[in-house]
Structures are given as structure tokens and as C-alpha cells.
């Protein structure tokens, strides 16, 4: 090489390293400003453990135990946590406290006060009134009549009993019957009529003329009307998208805004989502994941007239393949 290109090359390096040495790394800065958590949950006194019952023998519900719900449940302006617990399988009894629910008061120094039995749980509150054996997956809260009370939506599963678990097998090895092969069943919706009181409007809303294998639920203002809307992913079946009509019903359009089915018109093994808007335009957008092998699925609202599924454009085909 030439002297003076070599001498020039030599103090470009120069030059470069007095940069780096005035200035820390860019990947340390990145690392210090990164969030990061710390696990407090040893400095609360808390026994629960999710139970789900596992043994050999493979049980439908199995897999769908355990949830986590954050709420600010006495209204102190901190945010409590409930979880969900299994039972014992296959009579679907919680026949001793390891299958208990647990509520937890966030005290506010960092600690949590299981409050599960103080709370206690209301039988006459009307919330029991789903038809019997059906498998309930998760409760959302919202205020779907715009009066100032939280209303509760229920995603439902199938109906299951112990005489009617099926058991599949491969061979000797116990397995997971495919959801195919159990009914579906509607959502339900409890509009919330004050005192702690709800009422099932599952019917007279027309949320009960739509069944499904309810998963994860979201809520929002998809069309940006003030009254919220509701989607629920469903597992191997059709994605429902609930549209708010304002006047205490719902009328089920996931078909006709393109987010009950994926690019390919297939359905997938929808599981829990998420409303949100990612790509700053004010509409709000829906993303749910699935098994592993299926791609994340992703919808862009078409400002609230339909939903685009843009999971190729967002290079989610590469990135959710290997997961669940
Ligand atoms: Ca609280
Ligand atoms: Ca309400
Ligand atoms: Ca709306
Ligand atoms: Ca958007």
C-alpha cells in the first residue's frame, strides 16, 4: 500500500478510536437505558402455586389452567393481582387449597397481602348463570353501554365433563384430543346493573348467536364510533369481531372486516391478543398468536371500515414460526 494512503488509513483508525474512547459503546448505553425487572415475589407471603392437576392421563382442560387478571379491586389507586387455579381432575372439584384462586392487595411498598379468603366471593352477584359444564378461558371488563359501569365479557370454550372427556392416543402415548373434535359453544356478556349485580344479556345482545372456541379477547373502538367493540380469538374456528350497534346489542362482523380467517383463508390455533395501535395512524389494530408452525396473526384497520391481514408486510412469518 502506498505510504501516504497507509499514513491516512492509520489516522482515520486513530481518529476513529479517540471517538470511541471519548465515548462509551453504543451497546452500553443501549444496556443501560434498557427496562429491566427484578423478581419481588419473595418478599410477599404468598402460597399459590398453579395447580393444573398433571398426570399421565391427559385431560382436555389441562392445558387451558391458570390466569392472571391485574385490577385495582378496592379502589386504593393500586393495581391487585388475581390469579385462576386448576382442580382436581377428572371430577373438576377444588377438593383442598392447592386449587384455591388467590387474590393479592398490592400493599404498596412491594409486597402483596393475600386477601383470597377476607374477599370472599358473592353467589348472588349473577355472574353464575352460564349454562352448566361449560369451559370458560377469560373475562375482560368493559363499559359497553357508555353508563359508567364495568360490564364483563366471558370467552367460552367448549362444554366438558368427565364422562364427556374424550382420550386420544398415539400408540401408548397419551395426547391432547384436537378441539375439532369438541362442540362450540357462544361468549357470554354480563352487563353490569350496579350493587355489585350483573345481569346475563348474552341473549338479548346477540352475543349468543355466535359459537365459537373463545380464547383471547380484546376491546376497543375499532371504528372510532365511542362505543367499544369487542374481538375474540378462536381456536381452529373463525375469529369473531363484535361491533358495537349503541343500543345494547352486538352484531358479529369478523367475516365481512377480513379478521376471522388468515391471507390463505384458513382458520389457525388462535390464543390470546391484543388491541393496539401499532403503527401510530389513530385506528386501532389486532394481533392474536397461535401454535407453533402458524404465523402470528396481524390485522391493520382500514380506518375502521375493515382489517388488512399484514403479517407477511410485518415480517411476522419469520419471526413467530418456531414459537407458540
Ligand atoms: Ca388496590
Ligand atoms: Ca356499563
Ligand atoms: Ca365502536
Ligand atoms: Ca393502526
New binding site residues.
Partial sequence: MHTYLRTLLFAAVAATSGVLLLHPPENALTAIKRPHFSDIASQSNVSYITNDDFQSRKYFPQPLCGGIAILDYDQDGLMDIFFTNGAKLPELKKVNSSFYNCLLRNKGDGTFEDVTKKAGVSALSGLASKPPDTLSVQGAWFDYDNDGLLDLVVSNYTLWTPETDRRCQRGNVELYCSPTTYTSVPNRLYHNVGNGKFEDVTERSGFGKARGKGMGICIADFNRDGWQDVFIANDTEPNFLYLNQRNGTFKEAGLLNGVAYNESGSTVSAMGCDAK?????????IFYNNLMGQTWGLF??QHGKSFRYTSPLAKLVQLSGPYS
Fill in positions: 395501535d401499532y403503527d401510530n395512524d389513530g385506528w386501532v389494530d391493520r384497520n
